[in-house]
């Protein structure tokens, strides 16, 4: 019996390659990808979306291991590798990769959660990075730049490497979600706004805002956005530091008053 089934597994990935490898002896120029993940919910959802814009999807990995013999198997042009399938030694995995397969593109997975590796992840050999919790756009863009020959990096991502250079003591207290969220509430937006433009529900949000002022130790949407201008003090118990800089105008400042039925 696990002869039997060791035999009709053999025979599928067989059939799979040998239909990736004609596709592209056909002149076809869709991007073949492995997906790599050990959240099973996720790889499917990822590869229905793929599948929908055109893109192929040879395989499923729910392990380094499985992934190595997929690379061997089908050559993908794009491999989509998680965060939390490869480990703490990224550098290791992605060196392993392109050994086995050096024109290969990768793309990494990052979860919202794991800030603190976002920095080391810009200096690998990638070449895309996208939050777990990006929205189907993101991951269509994401791979067609990738595919296309063109580095990629989630908005989300750059917004909290902005705002960690402008506020590191910020960043670095905070997930990248809560960052990005930061970094519209320092533009004037509402939490409607920023519900619609991050695909949450407006609930949410305002979840998020208590964890970010409880991180904080501040009280208001006014004193969040002064902090990102650096005209506050995160912890502080006056409105303004000395000389009261301040680059929110009147306009913002306008927006960032709390509605009365927030």
């Not at 596709?23 to 790889?43: D, F, H, M, Y």
């Not at 690379?71 to 992605?94: F, W």
């Not at 130790?217 to 301040?246: D, F, K, V």
Request: some cysteine; overall charge positive; aromatic content about 2%.
């Amino acid at each position: 019996m696990v002869n039997d089934h060791t035999s009709r597994t053999s025979t599928l990935i067989n059939f799979e390659r040998d239909r990736t490898l004609a596709a592209r002896r056909s002149g076809k120029t869709e991007a073949v990808l492995v997906i790599a993940t050990p959240n099973e919910i996720t790889a499917a959802g990822m590869e229905t979306v793929l599948h929908a814009s055109g893109y192929r999807v040879a395989a499923r990995c729910s392990s380094e291991n499985d992934l190595l013999r997929s690379l061997d198997a089908y050559r993908p042009d794009i491999i989509m590798l998680a965060e939390n399938l490869v480990g703490g030694d990224i550098a290791r995995t992605v060196s392993r990769l392109r050994a086995r397969n050096c024109s290969v593109a990768m793309i990494f997975l990052l979860d919202e959660h794991e800030s603190l590796r976002a920095s080391v992840l810009l200096d690998l050999d990638v070449e895309g990075i996208l939050l777990s919790v990006a929205c189907s756009t993101s991951l269509i863009d994401c791979v067609k730049s990738v595919h296309h020959g063109r580095k990629w990096l989630d908005p989300a991502l750059l917004r909290h490497l902005a705002t960690a250079e402008r506020s590191p003591q910020i960043a670095s207290s905070l997930t990248l979600r809560e960052a990005d969220i930061v970094h519209l509430v320092s533009r004037g937006l509402r939490n409607k706004e920023i519900a619609s433009k991050l695909h949450l529900s407006e609930g949410t949000v305002k979840m998020h805002l208590h964890h970010i002022y409880a991180k904080l130790r501040i009280g208001s949407r006014t004193q969040l956005a002064m902090s990102m201008a650096g005209a506050w003090t995160p912890g502080s118990n006056s409105e303004t530091r000395q000389g009261e800089p301040t680059a929110l105008d009147s306009a913002t400042a306008a927006r960032l008053q709390p509605k009365t039925s927030a």
